[in-house]
T-cell receptor, first 109, second 115 residues
Framework: RKEVEQDPGPFNVPEGATVAFNCTYS??????FFWYRQDCRKEPKLLMSVYSSGNEDGRFTAQLNRASQYISLLIRDSKLSDSATYLC??????????FGAGTRLFVKA | GAVVSQHPSWVICKSGTSVKIECRSLDFQATTMFWYRQFPKQSLMLMATSNEGSKATYEQGVEKDKFLINHASLTLSTLTVTSAHPEDSSFYIC???????????FGPGTRLTVL
């Protein structure tokens, strides 16, 4: 089992749709969690951190479920510019950072 | 967010030459820097982790004598690909993290093509 698993997609959705991604992690001692966005041929950019209480930033909502060991990202009112690969990142403590393989999203007009 | 720069952004070299890539944290002190490699349509793969002033920790399967990492200061880490071969052609990305945060900020990447 991979340490961090994501559905690779691709998710093809129309503009305005709501889309959700899940990510599961295997290390129950993991301490911090993030979602990054990576555009084609570009570096990953931090989208948001994920807190136990859940957090929201505009159209994006991230949640953490420690009991089930998964994190989620919800995108509301999808825009064309949301098309990218979304990377789930888990910190196991110390220097151990694990990236998921990413979920590809295509938003179409 | 914090800014990390990488230089050069792209490089083309002949097989057998060495290539040095610089990674700088511009507005914070990076106690830890990471080097990743990404092949087309594949996920990021961590190559090594370096802490300022100490030797880098390499991931399994990454040759430390081929990929030389130096993290001489809190704002600069370098990756040298020695005796590069066509199979080393890839997108190399660094990231930096400063205490106390555990957020990684990525450089824009270096696209290496070895002919």
């Amino acid at each position: 089992r991979k340490e961090v698993e994501q559905d690779p997609g691709p998710f093809n959705v129309p503009e305005g749709a709501t889309v959700a991604f899940n990510c599961t992690y295997s290390n129950s001692a993991s301490q911090s969690f993030f979602w990054y966005r990576q555009d084609c041929r570009k570096e990953p950019k931090l989208l948001m951190s994920v807190y136990s209480s859940g957090n929201e930033d505009g159209r994006f909502t991230a949640q953490l479920n420690r009991a089930s060991q998964y994190i989620s990202l919800l995108i509301r009112d999808s825009k064309l510019s949301d098309s990218a690969t979304y990377l789930c990142v888990v910190n196991g403590g110390g220097f151990k950072t694990i990236f998921g393989a990413g979920t590809r999203l295509f938003v179409k007009a | 967010g914090a800014v990390v720069s990488q230089h050069p952004s792209w490089v083309i070299c002949k097989s057998g030459t060495s290539v040095k890539i610089e990674c700088r944290s511009l507005d914070f002190q990076a106690t830890t820097m990471f080097w990743y490699r990404q092949f087309p349509k594949q996920s990021l793969m961590l190559m090594a982790t370096s802490n300022e002033g100490s030797k880098a920790t390499y991931e399994q399967g990454v040759e430390k004598d081929k990929f030389l990492i130096n993290h001489a200061s809190l704002t600069l880490s370098t990756l040298t690909v020695t005796s590069a071969h066509p199979e080393d052609s890839s997108f190399y990305i660094c990231s930096a993290r400063g205490d106390p945060t555990d957020t990684q900020y990525f450089g824009p990447g270096t696209r290496l093509t070895v002919l």
